[in-house]
């Protein structure tokens, strides 16, 4: 099984940041890795598809990058709504993974 | 638009059996796998498998497999997710979500349920 290992799993930001979380896959999976937002007693949403698609009607100051092991995500200036807990998820052969989550909190 | 609408929240007690359900509409119900997805209280999401209702194919994550059972009605656009015999450790929310394909064998859940709860205590 692949494994994903994301980082830092919580950190502190303050309004207008630039917030950066890494996923790294134990083998390459191209490009097959997104990226989720959770809010407390909801379901996740969809934020990035194929490393750095833009889920339609997601804010363009979320962003993906990122191929083989080593992805990004990043936030480009930090909103009240963005604080929440972001995942990983790659999928190998039908054979999916979640990263740990990186829970982003106020500052 | 697309929607998951779960069965609501179940309390059982260990040992006792249970079949939670994810109604979907809205979309062509045979034409996309359904993930189950849980989370513990406080905890981060586990994939635990899929299924295609349009042939009823299913896979498992190694974790869930012989734990739980997936299958799904097409007549009715309705997934579900079985216990035989419950464990508290299998206290948690549920979800389910479908699975859209992106570039190249990519799959992403670009819809989810609401969830459901399953609290398991004696």
């Known amino acids: 099984d692949i494994q994903m290992t994301q980082s830092p799993s919580s950190l502190s930001a303050s309004v207008g940041d630039r917030v950066t979380i890494t996923c790294q896959a134990s083998q390459d999976i191209s490009n097959y890795l997104n990226w989720y937002q959770q809010k407390p007693g909801k379901a996740p949403k969809l934020l990035i598809y194929d490393a750095s698609n833009l889920e339609t009607g997601v804010p363009s100051r979320f962003s993906g990058s990122g191929s083989g092991t080593d992805f990004t995500f990043t936030i480009s200036s930090l909103q009240p709504e963005d604080f929440a807990t972001y995942y990983c998820q790659q999928s190998d052969n039908l054979l999916l993974t979640f990263g740990g989550g990186t829970k982003v909190e106020i500052k | 638009e697309v929607q998951l609408v779960q069965s609501g929240a179940e309390v059982k007690k260990p040992g006792e059996s249970l079949k939670i359900s994810c109604k979907g509409s809205e979309y062509s119900f045979t034409s996309y796998w359904i993930a189950w997805v849980r989370q513990k209280p406080g905890k981060g999401l586990e994939w635990m498998g899929i299924i295609y209702p349009g042939d009823s194919d299913t896979r498992y994550s190694p974790s869930f497999q012989g734990q739980v059972t997936m299958s799904a009605d097409k007549s009715i656009s309705t997934a579900y997710l079985q216990w035989s015999s419950l464990k508290a450790s299998d206290t948690a929310m549920y979800y389910c979500?479908?699975?859209?394909?992106?570039?190249?064998?990519?799959?992403?859940?670009?819809?989810w349920g609401q969830g459901t709860l399953v609290t398991v205590s004696s």
């Open positions: 979500a479908r699975l859209s394909e992106g570039d190249g064998y990519n799959y992403y859940f670009d819809y």
